[in-house]
């Protein structure tokens, strides 16, 4: 028997269901919707890039899934044998291999294509937990040791080298990353593909190409983590945004035989997905990471056959004469018969000059284990008041001597949650500053200095902290909306029960009953979670939403 023992990790290293061995019968009811194939000694099953690569389920032999190295040589990730199967979660997408797949052996193989895998998962529940608990461990351990086909070279006090991190980690896409302020041999690699210092930072894509600071469009392009979009389908349902909102919508709509596309103009996530931890979602009493609990929805929309097209969010809303479409920055329109907007907020910015000169070099608005890193053994301070803030507080306070949270009013009785009052009330570590605003902000390339000033006293403070994370407020994603359903004061949608007479009267409402609970002033468009006027601002309360909203529109495609 071959030694695994040196393998990223071995089959016999892991739990039974990352690389598990399926019975005799279960090999039998995947033979029936595959076909066999004989295989011989170094015959390549799958090329590494290849799209849409098939599944595989070894009857005989051997197969070794290999990451190529080019002149480094390759790495072998892991050894399978009779019963056990190749693939993880691009089974669910069109997005390329990460590794080759070749035969070790001659052997026989049983091969199946995406859509009778994606049969198998939908349609067999023994089978179906199966496959899918092995597809998200394998990303998950891709993702924890860096096995992909990117290699970024970056430095953690550069913004956009934090940007393009968090790009690929909420994308699930595996990378190694170079440090440039620790790691003697990165100029190395930088003089390999002709690029300077100045380039920095550096995306090796897929072995090939060297992308200087790319932008989140030129990631997805090189990677391909788009599917070809088709403009001529009118989609049943286009969800613009993929937070918990949009993706339960999605997971809702795709599940019910709807016909969804999601576009996200980043990653999906959205602001849930970059809170450290969880921990009143139901289902969940351990608490979940955002990332952890966004990634596992994405993934089942994608199980569902939902389409989901990431850096590629809505820039304008088409509504002339009833018939919508979402027209993106590319120009290209989608057509649908309904939208749900699911756009989400941002935090709002600091009213400070010289604010967006230090974002991403010592200001930060999420807290990940990424940003934890950055400043390990550093003081912090957190801006906010709110459930967010107070989750990045008790998080960062692990890894961080001193956070300083900053409220602007007496205190958090009034916008946090109990658990989490009574949490940074019980560590010594947190410190609290009623009252207290942030006036001005120092440093050359990064933050290295804060002031901030008594709203009630006038006394100001100078400290000499270099990471500031801001968590205050909510600005809606709405502007791309174009005038096309109607926004409260703030900004934000209105919906159902909150649109007066007179504002239906003005948008020509044109049917004879009023708009369901979720619906705009627009027929069939309908707004959930942080974008909506009156939203309750919890996971749970966006996620149940978009799930509503899924139910109100096969009501509203009757009328």
Known sequence: MTDTSHLPFPPQALPDHVFPTLSDSLVARMASLGRSRVVQRDDVLVTEGQRQAPFFVVRSGELRIVRPGGSSGETLVATL?????????????NRRALMQIRASEDGEVIELDHAHVQSVVQGDAELGDILMRAFILRRVELVAQGLGDVVVVGSEHCAATLRIRDFLTRNGHPHAYIDLDRDAGAQELLDQFAVTIEDVPVLICRGKDALRNPSNQQITACLGLNDP????????????GAGPAGLAAAVYGASEGLDVLVLESGAPGGQAGSSSRIENYLGFPMGVSGQE??????????????????????SRLVCADGKYAVEMASGERVLTRAIIVATGAEYRKLSLPNLSRFEGSGIYYAAT?????????????????????????VFLARSCPRVHVLVRSQGLALTMSRYLIRRIEDNPSIVVHPYTEIVNLEGKNEL????????????????????????????????????????????????GPSLTREELTAAAWPLPRPPYLLETTRPRVFAVGDVRGGNVKRVASAVGEGSIAVALVHQALKD
């Open 81 to 93: 044998r009779s019963g056990q199967f190749t693939g993880e979660l691009n089974m669910f997408s």
């Open 229 to 240: 979009l088709d403009t001529t389908r009118v989609r049943d349902l286009v969800v613009v």
């Open 293 to 314: 609990l966004t990634s596992r929805a994405y993934t089942q929309a994608q199980k569902f056959g939902a389409e989901v097209q990431v850096a590629a969010g809505g």
């Open 369 to 393: 284990p990424m940003e934890a890193h950055v400043c390990a053994d550093h003081d912090i301070i957190i801006v906010g008041g709110g459930n967010s803030a107070g989750q990045a507080a």
């Open 448 to 495: 290295e200095c804060v002031t901030w000033r008594n709203n009630q006293t006038g006394e100001t403070e100078v400290h000499r902290i270099s990471h500031l994370f801001v968590m205050t407020g909510a600005t809606p994603n709405t502007n791309w909306l174009d005038g096309c359903v109607q926004l409260d004061n703030n900004g934000f949608v209105k919906t």
